[in-house]
Antibody, heavy 122, light 110 residues
């Protein structure tokens, strides 16, 4: 059974960076894309970016170009999302989500992490 | 990439059918047969309900069905039940390994 377990909640100062981890267990890690999706309080889901571990090249949404870094560590089946230059508008729950298909087939996110709350406040 | 457009809310009585629309563009919904739908109950993680426009994952009730015409995808819930009350989001592949979500629809069971 595939499971994605994310790191714990963070409180950050404006201008700083946050790094969230997403450790996968069960299934094959390297061939399924991992996306990062966030949800601000009371708001909808927003796709941030993703990566297919076996290829290693991340894709970022236009809104996050220049301040989003997505990486993976295949040895531990862990994906990471680092967001820099934080502002209060980055306060949100951040989810990792796995595509059920392989090699970027984009067939839907069938497994999600439990979410990580990031609060940006001075 | 602009968010896909969904109605803010849809409601129906138990047993009725409701349809949620999701309007995008020729660069996403109109080009790729890769629309997925997610159900999210308050405080919970999103759940995949439909993928590739109209396919249902194992374990998802056949009361949920997806369709698409042009740049608009739709999710229909038939035989509405109290447990269907939740937020629903569409999502489309938009090329170059990117995705875009819809604005979300709150479904209320009257």
């Amino acid at each position: 059974q595939v499971q994605l377990v994310q790191s714990g909640a963070e409180v950050k100062k404006p201008g700083s960076s946050v790094k969230v981890s997403c450790k996968a267990s069960g299934g094959t890690f390297s061939t399924h894309s991992i996306s990062w999706v966030r949800q601000a309080p009371g708001q909808g889901l927003e796709w941030m970016g993703g990566i297919i571990p076996i290829f290693g090249t991340p894709t970022n949404g236009q809104k996050f170009q220049g301040r989003l870094t997505i990486t993976t560590d295949d040895s531990t089946s862990t994906a990471y999302m680092e967001l820099s230059s934080l502002t209060s508008e980055d306060t949100a729950v951040y989810y990792c989500a796995r595509d059920q298909g392989s090699f970027g087939s984009a067939t839907g996110f069938d497994h999600w992490g439990q979410g990580t709350l990031v609060i940006v406040s001075s | 990439q602009s968010a896909l457009t969904q109605p803010a809310s849809v409601s129906g009585s138990p047993g009725q059918s409701i349809t949620i629309s999701c309007t995008g563009a020729s660069t996403d919904i109109g080009t790729y047969d890769l629309v997925s739908w997610y159900q999210q109950h308050p405080g919970k993680v999103p759940k995949l309900m439909i993928y590739e426009d109209r396919k249902r994952p194992s374990g998802v009730s056949n009361r949920f069905s997806g369709s698409k015409s042009g740049n608009t995808a739709s999710l229909t819930i038939s035989g509405l039940q109290a447990e269907d009350e939740a937020d629903y989001y569409c999502c489309s592949y938009a090329g170059d390994n990117t995705f875009v979500f819809g604005t979300g629809t709150k479904v209320t069971v009257l």
